[in-house]
């Protein structure tokens, strides 16, 4: 389970709070993240155990257990995309396209 993989915890929370060493808003989000984290998925305890313990909600640890879930099934990569240029290129009967990213490299798709 990804939960007890503290490697796949830490890349969560650096991708999720890039700013968390310098920000103390982000800091704090991070902090109660893993605390959630360990109390939900490695304790075993109930969202509403989770809420008290961490002074929320119960609709807003289920909030963030819903994100983590979605976020852990389908992780997006860290930092922006790279801006790319399609170019349609014609010769004859058949077409091309070349998708450019803006350091040069060339990508065919």
Known sequence: ???SDSEKIKRYVQGRFP????DPNQRKMAARTVRLIYL???EGSTAAQVAEALGMTKPAVDMMIHRLNKTIANPRPVGRPKKSVSIHETSGEQAT???LPT???RLTG
Do not use: N, R
């Open 97 to 99: 396209t070349a998708i």
């Open 40 to 42: 939900y998925y490695v």
């Open 1 to 3: 389970m990804w939960a």
């Open 103 to 105: 350091d040069g490299s």
């Open 19 to 22: 700013k968390m060493e310098t």
